[in-house]
């Protein structure tokens, strides 16, 4: 039986090894935000004729709308257009331009948000996530222990970073959808960790006398790996298809889900559960 | 074997599967029964029937000040307007001191509705010095219309009897002068007064069309916003795009509950099975509840919905592991069952419950969409636990009960 437990210093270094370049990158370019956080207008048309990509982008910036980032193909004949935040009058100029310069529009979507919004946004974000985190240690110093709960915590921690660094390396936009994300990934890492933790505990119960704490703690991990991999694959199933066949809008969605999902499973056994017995090694040399 | 037992299990069977395929397929025998498949009845969001999100923001001008009163009578106004267009269903909230949300699903041209719907429409007559005569506050009815003779469009008002009387005594006053018809302090008209009007009956022309008179027309009946409403936020989303998030949101859904199915059946056979058809029966009592609480189906609901899918197939894997380690200590299947039932929902209890806190706090601080992925995964999870405890191991007993299996290999161990 491969000791999870022994080579603990291995993983927080793969974990570092991924988190450190994404924070690096977070500080220096940060984040490809979208409107939601920018303020701005999303057009996105479905174009009834084959249209040069130049074209559309010429009647954005003739109009003077056209923002820093540039307009995207989305699908054969899909633009998805980003504009300085416009006036509801702008927006049926820009429609009516179009249809004039590149023929018939059906307009898919068009998303407006004012900068005040993305301020919001990101407050009530991490707000959320402060109390959800708060609220998750005080339940499981309820149901388990306080230490159990600060590891367990920072797993999520962990996987949020590493989400967040992932998506800021590879410059994916970020929307007010990826927020929902991050949380449901704290909800889902938090799960994963419990099951283990809740293995833990009830070995603690039974514990022998002299089994050191890392052999209880890899014992509980193998007891739980079968049940951690099914859950895993079985989640990932469901977010491949929804990757893979769902629309356009929900992709980033998904795919934050799809990193924060395999970070969860990682986490809980590699982050969380060593980071415990960590703590109470700790606390066993301070005599405390 | 126990025959009796093996064939509630095949009726079990036969009705869970009969249940799932009228609720996800219009079978042909049937028709002409409405209720069938039950997705139907489920209320698509606007992001899956095209529709707009707008969150509109009232702004102090020299003339209104924002206050609760005057927030009250825009809500009002909003509604009157959004009525008069007949969409189904609005949402119309406020939020905080000066915002009010506003939802309509379903509607062809999602821009159009908007710039309708914040217009100020405020009509006033004024006299040749720029006085104003009469505002829309005297009208008491506004209908579109086409000139039987002329064929030219209009709208006819109609107003109160204070206007008659002002309306009579101005027309009065400026015989032969011009009297301005202005809509937003924009000229619409200037017609010169011939005679005295004291039927209180006014028209106004000058429209290309009978479809933007009756939006004037409804803008008029509808009163004029008391403040001016400035878009903050507005997401609309084109029947089209609509259409085909909803068709690929069902494509995904199907593979991804398939692949599910078929893992659990060939990993744990028996318990898969088993797990399959709790599975199955977990998916239609939420979409029950949906139904029932006229739950309102989003993008991200779905998304939602098909997580605590797998959340509930986490609860049936923890405990199928547990009945596994217990049976491999030697007990006999039905005790597995049972102290494997008992240790395993301890971990599917605590896991959830942490996950409804991240649910619950998210819809705390969610917008409306965010809100509805925190709704169907907190039904989810509530359900979950619940089919978990009654329908899995009802049907593990009477797996057991029958004898039909008595190798505990083909219960994973």
Do not use: C
């Amino acid at each position: 039986m491969f000791n999870f437990m022994k080579h603990r210093k291995i993983w927080y270094i793969i974990s570092l090894l991924i988190i450190l370049p994404g924070l690096f990158s977070i500080a220096t370019r940060g984040f490809n935000l979208g409107i939601d956080f920018t303020g701005g207008n999303l057009v996105e048309v479905r174009l009834e004729q084959d249209v040069k990509i130049d074209q559309v982008r010429s009647v954005v910036e003739e109009l003077g709308f056209a923002a820093a980032r540039n307009i995207q193909k989305s699908g054969t004949n899909d633009y998805m257009i980003r504009t300085r935040e416009l006036t509801e009058e702008e927006s049926a100029t820009l429609i009516s331009t179009l249809e004039q310069k590149v023929g018939e529009v059906n307009l898919l979507r068009n998303d407006r948000v004012g900068p005040v919004i993305g301020r919001e946004l990101t407050m009530n974000a991490i707000w959320a996530l402060l109390i959800a985190a708060a609220l998750m240690i005080v339940y499981m110093t309820f149901r388990f222990e306080f230490k159990q709960g600060v590891a367990a915590v920072t797993g999520l921690l962990h996987d949020v970073l590493v989400v967040l660094g992932i998506f800021s390396i590879l410059q994916i936009e970020v929307d007010s959808a990826f927020v929902a994300a991050i949380l449901t990934i704290v909800g889902y890492s938090i799960n994963n960790t419990i099951v283990i933790f809740d293995r833990v505990r009830e070995n603690l119960r039974t514990r022998k006398k002299g089994e050191a704490l890392e052999d209880l703690v890899n014992v509980s991990l193998w007891q739980t790996m079968a049940r951690s991999i099914n859950t895993v694959v079985a989640v990932l199933f469901v977010l491949l298809a929804l990757y893979l066949l769902g629309g356009t809008t929900i992709k980033n969605f998904v795919l934050a889900l799809i990193i924060g999902v395999t970070s969860g499973f990682y986490s809980s056994m590699l982050t969380a559960s060593p980071l415990w017995v960590e703590l109470r090694l700790m606390e066993k040399k301070t005599g405390k | 074997m126990r025959w009796s037992k093996l064939l509630t299990m095949a009726a079990i069977i036969l009705v869970i599967a009969a249940l799932g395929i009228t609720a996800a397929v219009p079978l042909p025998i049937f028709k002409d029964v409405t209720w069938l498949p039950w997705g139907k009845d489920i209320i698509l969001g606007l992001d899956l029937q095209g529709g707009v999100h707008v969150v509109l923001e009232a702004k102090d001008t020299p003339n209104a000040e924002v206050n609760d009163e005057s927030m009250k009578r825009a809500q009002a106004v909003l509604e009157r307007r959004i009525n008069e267009t007949g969409v189904a269903e609005p949402v119309i909230q406020r939020q905080g001191d000066r915002r009010i949300i506003v939802e309509l699903a379903g509607i062809d041209d999602p821009e159009k509705a908007v710039i309708d719907l914040i217009q100020p429409a405020y009509l006033e007559f004024k006299n040749e010095l720029g006085q104003t005569i009469i505002t829309g506050a005297d009208l008491k009815d506004a209908l579109e219309a086409r000139d039987p003779n002329t064929g030219q469009v209009e709208v006819d008002l109609t107003f109160t009897s204070e206007g008659t009387r002002k309306f009579a005594q101005a027309t009065m006053a400026n015989v032969d002068k011009p009297i301005g018809i202005y809509l937003d302090e924009q000229l619409l008209q200037n017609p010169v007064v011939s005679e005295p009007i004291t039927n209180g009956q006014a028209r106004i022309t000058g429209y290309e069309n009978l479809e933007e008179a009756h939006t004037i027309a409804i803008l008029l009946r509808s009163g004029a916003l008391p403040v001016q409403l400035d878009v903050m936020e507005k997401r609309t989303v084109g029947p089209q795009l609509g259409k085909d998030s909803l068709d690929r949101s069902i494509n995904a859904g199907i593979v991804g509950i398939v692949a599910i199915l078929v893992f659990m059946l060939v990993y744990y056979r028996i318990p898969g099975l088993i797990a399959d058809l709790a599975l199955i029966f977990y998916a239609l009592v939420v979409l029950a509840i949906f139904i029932g609480i006229h739950a309102t189906m989003t993008l991200p609901g779905i998304a939602g919905f098909l997580l605590s899918l797998g959340i509930a197939v986490d609860a049936n894997v923890i405990i199928f592991e547990r009945i596994k380690e217990e049976l491999r200590t030697g007990k006999s299947i039905r005790s597995a069952i049972d102290s494997g039932f008992k240790r395993g929902f301890v971990a599917v209890f605590d896991a959830n419950v942490t996950t409804l806190i991240g649910a619950a706090v998210l819809y705390f601080f969610g917008t409306s969409l965010i809100r509805g992925f925190a709704v169907t995964l907190s039904i989810g999870i509530l359900v979950s636990m619940f089919t978990a405890i009654t329908m899995t191991r009802w049907m593990l007993h009477l797996a057991a009960a029958s004898n039909s299996v008595k190798d505990p290999r083909y219960y994973g161990a």
